[in-house]
T-cell receptor
Framework: GAGVSQSPSNKVTEKGKDVELRCDPI?????LYWYRQSLGQGLEFLIY????????KSGLPSDRFSAERTGGSVSTLTIQRTQQEDSAVYLC?????????????FGQGTRLTVV | DQQVKQNSPSLSVQEGRISILNCDYT??????FLWYKKYPAEGPTFLIS?????DKNEDGRFTVFLNKSAKHLSLHIVPSQPGDSAVYFC????????????FGTGTLLAVQP
């Protein structure tokens, strides 16, 4: 497809289990972002990848969270030992490239529920 | 440290009237500002943007105004339509080598028929 694709769209997991969330950005977009939206909250920045540069991980809430981007395309956000407060919608976005004023395009999100 | 603030969590407007959504920021390095619209169970969609070299950008029914001295921007929608009912997020970036977007907490707009 032409847009940002995220999978799964919904994930229910037991507290303490690990989860992986996937993001396929728009082809040719070098910048990729992960955000999350908790119930009633705004969009919280998590991590940002730009080309081959070191990612900006300043928004990751704890060391249980990690993300990688393979081959400059697909990204996986991993949450280890999930907690109930991790329940949120996790949104991925991509943009053409950094250094230019350009909008980011979002996927539909993954709704994570930790029970 | 909330660098981008939307102080009104909700706004209700009559169809056909003007909707004005406000956003304040604290980081003087921000030079690019965007508005996104979000419907339930969907990702945010880009609406309109403005560079810091401008003070106004217009696209159809949507106009964004930027007041750099006040570190304030606003989105005007006129005339408002029921389909405009959504959560509106303001975002900002400092540009340069990175393009990290910092978002506000959003304003829920309800346009009453």
């Amino acid at each position: 497809g032409a847009g940002v694709s995220q999978s799964p769209s919904n994930k229910v997991t037991e507290k303490g289990k690990d989860v992986e969330l996937r993001c396929d950005p728009i082809s040719g977009h070098t910048a990729l972002y992960w955000y999350r939206q908790s119930l009633g909250q705004g969009l919280e920045f998590l991590i940002y990848f730009q080309g081959n540069s070191a990612p900006d991980k300043s928004g990751l809430p704890s060391d249980r969270f990690s993300a990688e981007r393979t081959g400059g395309s697909v990204s996986t956000l991993t949450i280890q030992r999930t907690q109930q407060e991790d329940s949120a919608v996790y949104l991925c976005a991509s943009s053409f490239r950094a250094g230019m004023n350009t909008e980011a395009f979002f996927g539909q999100g993954t709704r994570l529920t930790v029970v | 440290d909330q660098q981008v603030k939307q102080n009104s969590p909700s706004l209700s407007v009559q169809e056909g009237r003007i909707s004005i959504l406000n956003c304040d920021y604290t980081n003087s390095m921000f030079d690019y500002f965007l508005w996104y619209k979000k419907y339930p169970a969907e990702g945010p969609t880009f609406l309109i943007s403005i560079s810091s070299i401008k003070d106004k950008n217009e696209d159809g029914r949507f106009t964004v105004f930027l007041n750099k001295s006040a570190k304030h921007l606003s989105l005007h929608i006129v005339p408002s339509q029921p389909g405009d009912s959504a959560v509106y997020f303001c975002a900002a970036s400092a540009g340069g080598a990175t393009n990290k977007l910092i978002f506000g907490t959003g304003t829920l707009l309800a346009v009453q028929p």
